[in-house]
């Protein structure tokens, strides 16, 4: 028999058409596959950025009131390197007066 006898050729369309059924179900199960994984990525990774911010933002924070500090350090620090400075700090805690200076004391009312 030849390939193109008109026993071969009377079922090809129902045949191709089946077949592009199968195709058409294959291809729409790996989109809906796919994205299905793109949706669940997308989710997952969204919920990981979230969290990071929210630490991200504790840090900022935690950062900023260390900066605030070290400031207020460095501030004192340059604040010692004056004698004026120095001299009001031994007055006011260990009662240390230059020669010929009279301490003036006042009575303060206990609480």
């Known amino acids: 028999m030849n390939r193109f006898t008109a026993e071969e050729k009377s079922n090809p369309s129902k045949n191709s058409a089946e077949g592009a059924k199968r195709r058409r179900f ?27 911010g929210e630490q991200l933002a504790k840090k900022q924070k935690t950062s900023e009131s260390v900066t605030s500090s070290l400031n207020q350090l460095k501030y004192e620090v340059s604040r010692l390197n004056d004698d004026e400075y120095i001299g009001q700090l031994a007055r006011k805690w260990y009662n240390i007066y230059p020669q010929g200076e009279t301490p003036i004391r006042t009575e303060q009312s206990e609480q």
């Open 26 to 52: 294959m291809w729409i199960l790996f989109v809906a596959v796919f994205f299905g994984w793109a949706g669940y990525t997308y989710f997952n990774q969204s919920a990981v950025i979230a969290d990071k």
